[in-house]
């Protein structure tokens, strides 16, 4: 909106052409969406306890989480607010993939929303079933699927790091594959999202890393140096990932340890899904395994746990998801939570190094 607004006014006022910048609408983004955190976050809080909004917790869970129930929950729409609104603020409103992106956002939030509100109603942990959550994300993502394909100049090419001459043509094998990054990434971070801020703190940093992404990708000079596929136009969705990076950070301070206020599965969802639909258009779908490392481990030691318990009646961990399995091991909650964020730090590093190895 600014964009629009402003730019056009650079030929009167010079200062105004810095709205033309990716990187400068970008940085505004980031600041709007924490600054637009902090301040609506009490207020928002607020009304969650007014309506006795509160977490319900896993009977199976563990048993210091017992403590944690009647937190408010939900609070995904505080971080919803604070993507939404700045990208819209500083993004170029033209562009189709920055409306792709914010729409898969807020279908997955939707659907989130949802099952959040079952379980509330139904004051049990125990909201949309199994079977009916995924259906709605399949439909939603198999419909962001569609659209990208109708995109005239989408290319949906498999590309792969480390083999530049590699690449696969999907063609309309390419909705499937991206249904499966981008139900695949929503349930991971929803696995992750078990301890006060670890799921946000690792999507903080996978934002960010594909900021950098995006930005390469649409920048023929910098990404052609760096032998990564030009996509004309995606660079806009530096902004959506810089309002991500900003919500993020601003939620942390709410939802750090102990929380104040939980995401609840309209956040878990949405991010998820906001990580994989950045991922599809930036082209770096396979890097997401290393972007998203921790979402990945998370995800497998879930699969592991269920596979081995049917096959053998063993169990591989104490408890899955990963970070329940120390928690039970003894490590305090901070410290479990620390650590994994040093280790999706340590997966974006990994991810990044990649650009000199092509």
Not at 27 to 34: D, F, H, K, N, W
Not at 39 to 46: E, M, Y
Not at 289 to 296: A, K, N, Q, R, Y
Not at 317 to 325: E, G, I
């Given at each position: 909106m600014l964009y629009h607004l402003l730019y056009p006014l650079s030929e009167f006022w010079g200062p105004l052409n810095v709205f033309r910048y990716i990187t400068f609408r970008a940085?505004?983004?980031?600041?709007?969406?924490?600054l637009l955190s902090l301040?609506?976050?009490?207020?928002?809080?607020?009304l969650l306890r007014r309506h006795q909004l509160g977490q319900l917790i896993r009977e199976e869970g563990p048993e210091s989480h017992r403590e944690k129930a009647g937190t408010p929950t939900m609070g995904g729409l505080l971080i919803l607010t604070a993507v939404l609104l700045p990208t819209v603020l500083w993004a170029k409103l033209t562009n189709p993939y920055v409306w792709v992106a914010t729409a898969v956002t807020l279908a997955f939030g939707g659907i989130g929303f949802l099952d959040d509100s079952l379980k509330i109603r139904r004051r049990r942990n125990l909201g949309l079933t199994a079977r009916a959550k995924l259906a709605l994300q399949v439909v939603a993502a198999a419909g962001a699927a569609l659209v990208l394909l109708a995109l005239p100049r989408f290319d949906s090419t498999l590309t792969f790091p480390f083999f530049k001459a590699a690449a696969v043509p999907l063609g309309w094998f390419y909705v499937p594959f991206a249904v499966l990054v981008l139900v695949g990434t929503s349930n991971a971070v929803?696995?992750?999202?078990?301890?006060?801020?670890?799921?946000?703190g690792a999507t903080l940093v996978a934002a960010a890393t594909y900021a950098v992404f995006t930005y390469l990708a649409g920048n023929v000079v910098l990404g052609g140096y760096l032998q990564v596929k030009y996509i004309e136009g995606v660079g806009e969705v530096t902004i959506f990932c810089g309002a991500l990076v900003g919500a993020s950070l601003g939620f942390l301070w709410f939802n750090a340890h102990p929380a104040d206020v939980f995401m609840g599965d309209v956040g878990s969802l949405s991010i998820g899904a906001a990580i994989g639909i950045v991922a599809l258009l930036a082209k770096?779908?396979?890097?997401?395994?290393?972007?998203?490392?921790?979402?990945?481990?998370?995800?497998?030691?879930?699969?592991?746990?269920v596979t081995s318990f049917k096959l053998t009646g063993k169990r591989v961990?104490?408890?899955?998801?990963?970070?329940?399995?120390f928690e039970l091991a003894g490590w305090p909650e901070s410290k479990v939570i620390v650590r994994f964020?040093?280790?999706?730090?340590?997966?974006?590093?990994?991810?990044?190094?990649?650009l000199k190895l092509r």
């Open positions: 940085a505004g983004a980031v600041v709007t969406a924490l301040f609506l976050g009490p207020a928002f809080i607020r929803n696995l992750t999202d078990g301890l006060d801020g670890l799921a946000i770096q779908e396979i890097l997401l395994i290393l972007v998203g490392g921790l979402f990945v481990l998370e995800a497998l030691s879930v699969i592991a746990q961990f104490r408890m899955a998801p990963l970070h329940h399995h964020w040093i280790l999706s730090l340590l997966f974006a590093l990994l991810s990044l190094s990649t």
